[in-house]
Nanobody, 116 residues
Framework: QVHLIESGGGLVQAGGSLRLSCAASGRTFSSTAMAWFRQAPGKEREFVATITYYSGKTTYKDSMKGRFTISRDNAKNTVYLQMNSLKPEDTAVYYC?????????WGRGTQVTVSS
């Protein structure tokens, strides 16, 4: 079974940066598109960005364009999310998953807190 482990979150002031990682462990991960999602307190989980496996084509939710960059290293079975110019409204638990997401792949996520 595939397990996805998010890391790299933390506390940062507004305008700062963080780089999140999503590492696949267990059996070999299949060649599928991957994505980042986030969930703020009291809100539903929302889509952040996605990247294809072979071409590395990326797409972003409009509110993240120009600030967030998704990338992947297939040899390391790892997906990244570089977050710049962070805002307090970016505070959330960030999760990775396939695109479309699979129920069994959800991990614990990593907490990102942006202070004003």
């Amino acid at each position: 079974q595939v397990h996805l482990i998010e890391s790299g979150g933390g506390l940062v002031q507004a305008g700062g940066s963080l780089r999140l990682s999503c590492a696949a462990s267990g059996r070999t991960f299949s060649s599928t598109a991957m994505a980042w999602f986030r969930q703020a307190p009291g809100k539903e989980r929302e889509f952040v960005a996605t990247i294809t496996y072979y071409s590395g084509k990326t797409t972003y939710k409009d509110s993240m364009k120009g600030r967030f960059t998704i990338s992947r290293d297939n040899a390391k079975n790892t997906v990244y999310l570089q977050m710049n110019s962070l805002k307090p409204e970016d505070t959330a638990v960030y999760y990775c998953n396939s695109m479309p997401p699979k129920r069994d792949y959800w991990g614990r996520g990593t907490q990102v807190t942006v202070s004003s």
